[in-house]
T-cell receptor
């Protein structure tokens, strides 16, 4: 079963508008972290925002916020006031407390295109 | 620049040849990860080092793949007898913090094309 599901292969948004990128996850571990990364065409994965499973409040980092709904197992990324430079692939990822490597497990990504 | 660096950035090789990629993590990071990313997909975990010890390997890491981190600093990923299915971006990441909160810092990747 997929641990991270991103159902939107591609999204378009007008410059200066807000956009929500969907992410649902599957885990039986009560302790986990959720991450969003941005991958521009250059290839580097850029960390955006983190949400812990025990965090009471939704995470925010500048124009990025995470709409965390634990019961629904969703962790949607909201980008406010989109800019042309936000055009990139966006990946949701999860890290579970169990397991020695504690590696990130990624979804398949959403390609965001910001239109002028 | 003190980020994660990978070399080479691009490698084109013929099927059957061996290739080696190098990763230099951020200097104070003791945890190092290798991921593979194919077109249109998210990165998939390959292997993990804590200092020089390779603590976990994915089933994706066939016996043609070997990774080392001899002195707990840089790491190499070697693919022997390359196949066309090995064509992918190989990403290296490093981390300092233990536990679930520490984000991984990624390099720009090494893109492999096997002809």
């Amino acid at each position: 079963a997929q641990k991270i599901t991103q159902t939107q292969p591609g999204m378009f948004v007008q410059e200066k508008e807000a956009v929500t990128l969907d992410c649902t996850y599957d885990t039986s571990d009560p302790s986990y972290g959720l991450f969003w990364y941005k991958q521009p065409s250059s290839g580097e994965m850029i960390f955006l925002i983190y949400q812990g499973s025990y965090d009471q409040q939704n995470a925010t980092e500048g124009r990025y916020s995470l709409n965390f709904q634990k019961a629904r197992k969703s962790a949607n990324l909201v980008i406010s006031a989109s800019q042309l430079g936000d055009s990139a692939m966006y990946f949701c990822a999860m890290r579970e407390a169990s397991g020695s490597a504690r590696q990130l497990t990624f979804g398949s990504g959403t390609q965001l295109t910001v239109l002028p | 620049d003190t980020g994660v660096s990978q070399d080479p950035r691009h490698k084109i090789t013929k099927r059957g040849q061996n290739v080696t990629f190098r990763c230099d993590p951020i200097s104070e990071h003791n945890r190092l990860y290798w991921y593979r990313q194919t077109l249109g997909q998210g990165p998939e975990f390959l292997t993990y080092f804590q200092n020089e010890a390779q603590l976990e390997k994915s089933r994706l890491l066939s016996d043609r793949f070997s990774a080392e981190r001899p002195k707990g600093s840089f790491s190499t990923l070697e693919i022997q007898r390359t196949e066309q299915g090995d064509s992918a971006m190989y990403l290296c990441a490093s981390s300092r913090r233990q536990g679930i909160t520490g984000e991984l810092f990624f390099g720009e990747g090494s893109r492999l094309t096997v002809l």
